[in-house]
């Protein structure tokens, strides 16, 4: 069955440090990959998304991701959080034609 | 500008009363889906629709029901059966069979008093 895990339920780091959030798929062939990005209260807003092609995807506010096949991985990073950055994040994927899957979200936190 | 509606954003109701939650797309998308989102927990799907007039239940459907008549359309009802109620309802939208991610709505808090 295709499943989405997000193993680090929350994560702090210091403003300026680079981050990391950590997402696992289990799924036969390769699926569409996304990564959401959720402020309290509010609904959920794509950073990226992959589909084929360059591995190294980059989304919106200063986020990458990295697709590794052998690693079922897709990785979202970003060189230097800001205090905007805290927030809940989800990695999605969506096999064709079916639902999407959610992972249980990584709620970053910032330190001053 | 196209998007996903819900409304309201706010919903108070006293327990034992049904009550609907709207969601309304204009991007022309299939699939619609609902999920509910507890604090600190993640999304839990509860139905999902590719089509019109078809839909599947979620994870969590016991409790709610959806219907389908608009390809636009996707209310959820929310039951008296429904023991926990009280949480936040995310709707979303998606072009099924594309390449493309789901939209979500800006989601409705849900308060059974």
């Known amino acids: 069955a295709q499943s989405v895990t997000q193993p680090d339920i929350h994560i702090t780091v210091s403003e300026g440090a680079s981050l990391e959030l950590r997402c696992n798929y289990s799924?036969?062939?390769?699926?569409?990959l996304f990564w959401y990005v959720q402020s309290p209260g509010q609904g959920l807003q794509l950073l990226l998304k992959y589909f084929s092609g360059d591995t190294l995807v980059q989304g919106i506010k200063g986020f990458e991701a990295e697709f590794k096949r052998s690693q079922s991985s897709f990785n979202l990073r970003k060189p230097s959080v800001h205090w905007s950055d805290a927030a809940e994040y989800f990695c999605a994927v969506s096999p064709p034609l079916t639902k999407i899957i959610f992972g249980s979200g990584t709620r970053l936190s910032i330190r001053p | 500008d196209g998007g996903i509606t819900q409304s309201p954003k706010y919903l108070f109701r006293k327990e034992g009363q049904n009550v609907t939650l709207s969601c309304e797309q204009n991007?022309?998308?299939?699939?619609m889906y609902w999920y509910r989102q507890d604090p600190g927990q993640g999304l839990r799907l509860i139905y999902y629709?590719?089509?019109?007039?078809?839909?599947q239940k979620g994870d969590i459907a016991e409790g709610y029901s959806v219907s389908r008549e608009k390809k636009e359309s996707f209310p959820l009802t929310v039951t008296s059966a429904q023991k926990n109620p009280t949480a936040f309802y995310l709707c979303a939208s998606s072009d099924r069979g594309r390449r493309t991610e789901a939209f979500f709505g800006q989601g409705t808090r849900l308060t059974v008093v």
């Open positions: 799924y036969g062939a390769t699926p569409y």
């Open positions: 629709s590719q089509i019109v007039n078809d839909f």
């Open positions: 991007l022309n998308h299939d699939a």
